[in-house]
Nanobody, 115 residues
Framework: QVQLVESGGGLVQPGGSLRLSCGAS????????MGWYRQAPGKQRELVAE???????NYGDSVKGRFTISRDYAKNTVSLQMNSLKPEDTAVYYC?????????WGQGTQVTVSS
């Protein structure tokens, strides 16, 4: 069984930065894809970023150039550095781990961008 625990959310002003972290416990493999999704009120959940085996990354169009995902295989963590935050980045951010047909989700952490 895999458990994911996020941390680092909060309130930040537009243009500011936040760093989210996610710790994974259980049986974690280097081939697992770890990443972040988000869901804003009234909107569908969307991909923010994902980190794949071999170091390839994939970003949602709305965050390209502003967010950076990283992964520490030794610590089983994945992090999301968010810069130049905008009010439209306000959402609950979820850590995910994908293994073949299974997707595991964290409980989510709130990010609010507001002045």
């Amino acid at each position: 069984q895999v458990q994911l625990v996020e941390s680092g959310g909060g309130l930040v002003q537009p243009g500011g930065s936040l760093r989210l972290s996610c710790g994974a416990s259980g049986s974690i493999f280097s081939t697992d894809v770890m990443g972040w999704y988000r869901q804003a009120p009234g909107k569908q959940r969307e991909l923010v970023a994902e980190y794949m085996f071999g170091g390839s990354t994939n970003y949602g169009d709305s965050v390209k150039g502003r967010f950076t995902i990283s992964r520490d295989y030794a610590k089983n963590t994945v992090s999301l550095q968010m810069n130049s935050l905008k009010p439209e980045d306000t959402a609950v951010y979820y850590c995910t781990l994908v293994r073949r047909r299974d997707t595991y989700w964290g409980q989510g952490t709130q990010v609010t961008v507001s002045s």
